[in-house]
């Protein structure tokens, strides 16, 4: 089945830092979609990106589809503790995929105060 | 706003047993779908449902049965429960293409 490669697996930063995560995959994707993962919760969407070469921004997140519709990274700027958790990358297919999604690894975030 | 309901939210089973993981929506949503996370795996869809009545395999489905008789309701079934089971369960739900999909907190199953 397609695969996203998410890295890097863990970051452990000191508040205030800048972090970059990013996706890849060999298949081409129509959305792609940054969650993040709180302990003992269910993943809550962040971002949704719906066409390549888009940049969108969520207070101190930014997200871009890569032009070649097969990566996407993730920038979260000047972090706080509660910015902890893991952060996935998913990809969609439009037409026949019904909303199915394909995620990544997931990245730990540690954010040391 | 209850959203996406799962429940138990912790169980333990013991191999060959079977269980049933209840998952209900108060959003009118046609699409529901199961994943299972296993550590640094990420998450990986098991069952999905277009709507009531319509169900379909994911890329994991072997062991596992799901029914979508009412639009809230999407349970999934473990009949012959094995270690492999072992995961973190989560049920979302969307009410379309390019619509946000909602989760719930998920069921922690431990298959010993």
């Known amino acids: 089945g397609q695969q996203l490669n998410q890295s890097p697996q863990s970051m452990f930063i000191q508040e205030g830092e800048d972090v970059s995560m990013n996706c890849t995959s060999s298949?081409?994707?129509?959305?792609w979609l940054w969650y993040k993962q709180d302990p003992g919760e269910g993943p809550v969407l962040l971002i949704a990106l719906y066409k390549a070469g888009e940049l969108t921004s969520n207070g101190r997140l930014t997200a871009q589809f890569g032009i070649t519709r097969k990566d996407s990274f993730l920038n979260i700027s000047a972090s706080i503790p509660s910015d902890v958790g893991i952060y996935f990358c998913a990809g969609q297919l439009s037409g026949t995929s019904y909303g199915k999604l394909t995620f990544g690894q997931g990245t730990i975030l540690t954010v040391h105060p | 706003n209850a959203g996406v309901t799962q429940t138990p939210k912790f169980r333990i089973l013991k191999i060959g047993q079977s269980m049933t993981l209840q998952c209900t929506q108060d959003m009118n949503h046609n699409y529901m779908y199961w994943y299972r996370q296993d550590p640094g795996m990420g998450l990986k869809l098991i069952y999905y449902?277009?709507?009531?009545?319509?169900?379909d395999k994911g890329e994991v489905p072997n062991g596992y049965n799901v029914s979508r008789s009412t639009t809230e309701d999407f349970p999934l079934r473990l009949e012959l429960a094995a270690p492999s089971q072992t995961s973190v369960y989560f049920c979302?739900?969307?009410?379309?293409?390019?619509?946000?999909?909602?989760f719930g907190q998920g069921t922690r199953l431990t298959v010993v």
């Open positions: 298949s081409i994707f129509n959305t």
């Open positions: 979302a739900s969307t009410g379309g293409l390019n619509t946000e999909a909602f």
């Open positions: 449902s277009v709507g009531a009545g319509i169900t």
